[in-house]
């Protein structure tokens, strides 16, 4: 199994160092891999743990199982359970052509659009990225600055 390097986004620097909250490779990773990792889960890890979770490559059907597995060898030695699994979707809204609406009703809210053609233009990375900052349950905090890192939203 390689290792990648990992690829984080500037929006989230204030916590890469520490690794305190779970990045956006690693959510699209669980996404992928359909595991519910929960925050508590995340703490328990070691930097060194969290660091592999961040390098570990999550694409190709084999890849994707084995990050599954090695996730939940690590929430079963810590929390005595496996953490919850979700459907994996086979379609997913960040390999779309079209931009989702929850995106497109999050940038409104900023004064911004996003066109198709710039959708299309953003890596799977960054529009999985969107894509979770606009979700109503999360903090959109980072939303703007993602708009403005992506070139999506002119720089202030």
């Known amino acids: 199994m390689s290792i990648e390097a990992p690829v984080f986004f500037e929006f989230e620097a204030d916590f890469v160092e520490s690794l305190r909250c779970i990045p956006m490779q690693v959510r699209l990773k669980l996404d992928t891999c359909g595991v519910k990792l929960k925050l508590a889960h995340w703490h328990q890890f ?56 929850a995106v497109q009703t999050q940038a409104a809210s900023v004064n911004a659009e996003i066109s198709a053609q710039q959708w299309q233009q953003l890596t799977p990375d960054q529009r999985f990225a969107l894509i979770k900052l606009s979700r109503p349950s999360h903090e959109n905090q980072n939303f703007v600055p993602a708009l403005r890192e992506f070139g999506l939203l002119a720089p202030l």
Not at 63 to 80: D, I, N, P, W
């Open 46 to 101: 070691t930097q060194a743990e969290r660091r592999s979770l961040t390098q570990l490559p999550c694409s190709t059907p084999a890849e994707v199982t084995h990050y599954r597995q090695y996730l939940q060898q690590l929430v079963t030695h810590y929390s005595g359970a496996p953490a919850k699994e979700l459907p994996i979707d086979p379609q997913p809204a960040w390999l779309a052509a079209q931009v989702p609406a």
